[in-house]
C-alpha cells in the first residue's frame, strides 16, 4: 500500500510551505481511509511519494479519477495566511491504496 501526494509545481511554494501543504494532504486523505486500510499502510512503514503536477486543473482530474476507483483522497486549499491566496488549490493526497490503484492514477506523473 502507497500513498502519493501531487503537487502543484506551477505555484513555485517556497520548501516549507510545500512540506506543509503535502502534510495537510497526508493526513486529511488518511482520516478518510478505512481502519483496516489504514493499519495496513501504518504497519508497511506509511510508504508515500510526492509527485509533481503544472495545473489546478489537473489535480482536479486526479480526484475524479480517485473518486471513481473509490480511492480515499483529499484535496487541499491554502488558507491564506502567507505565501498564497487564500483558497488556491496546493494539492491533492490519493490512497493509501494498492500500490497497483495509486500507480493507475498517478504513473503518469514526475517527482516533485
Not at 495496513?40 to 475524479?64: C, H, P, R, T, Y
Not at 498564497?84 to 491533492?92: D, S
Not at 493509501?96 to 493507475?104: A, G, L
Amino acid at each position: 500500500m502507497k500513498q502519493a501526494i501531487v503537487a502543484r509545481a506551477d505555484l513555485r511554494m517556497g520548501k516549507g510551505k510545500l512540506a506543509a501543504q503535502v502534510a495537510h494532504a497526508s493526513l486529511s486523505a488518511v482520516e478518510d481511509t478505512g481502519t483496516r486500510s489504514e493499519k495496513q499502510w501504518k504497519g508497511g512503514g506509511q510508504k508515500k511519494i510526492v509527485l509533481k503536477a503544472n495545473s489546478e486543473k489537473k489535480l482536479f482530474q486526479l480526484a475524479d479519477e480517485a473518486e471513481r476507483d473509490g480511492i480515499p483522497h483529499a484535496v487541499v486549499r491554502d488558507a491564506g495566511h502567507t505565501q498564497l491566496e487564500p483558497g488556491t488549490v496546493t494539492c491533492i493526497a490519493i490512497g493509501p491504496d494498492s500500490d497497483e490503484n495509486i500507480d493507475r492514477i498517478t504513473g503518469s506523473l514526475s517527482l516533485y
